[in-house]
Nanobody, 116 residues
């Protein structure tokens, strides 16, 4: 059974940094798999933040370009989201998504709160 477990969220002041991790178990993460990060702020829909596709191309939401970095370590079966210069509008629950063989998996989410 594939499971995703996020960690690394917390409370930071504006301008601070956090590093999120998403450990994937029950399967082997390969470079051909899609993985990504999404977030959901209170009262808003879940939105895409960053991802790596099956060709290794990394893409970012416009508002996080230059501040967030997506990383994937297949040896550790883990994907990461390094977040710098965090702003109050980045406050949300961050979710990891993984797609393999046409099936989509989600983690339970980790809370990121940025105070002004």
């Amino acid at each position: 059974q594939v499971q995703l477990v996020e960690s690394g969220g917390g409370l930071v002041q504006a301008g601070g940094s956090l590093n999120l991790s998403c450990e994937i178990s029950g399967t082997t993460l390969t470079n051909n798999d899609y993985s990504g990060w999404f977030r959901q702020a209170p009262g808003k829909q879940r939105e895409w933040v960053a991802s790596m596709n099956s060709r290794g191309f990394i893409d970012y939401r416009g508002s996080v370009v230059g501040r967030f970095t997506f990383l994937r370590d297949s040896a550790l079966n883990t994907v990461y989201l390094q977040m710098n210069d965090l702003q109050p509008e980045d406050t949300a629950v961050y979710f990891c998504q993984y797609v393999k063989w046409g099936r989509t998996y989600w983690g339970q989410g980790t809370q990121v709160t940025v105070s002004s």
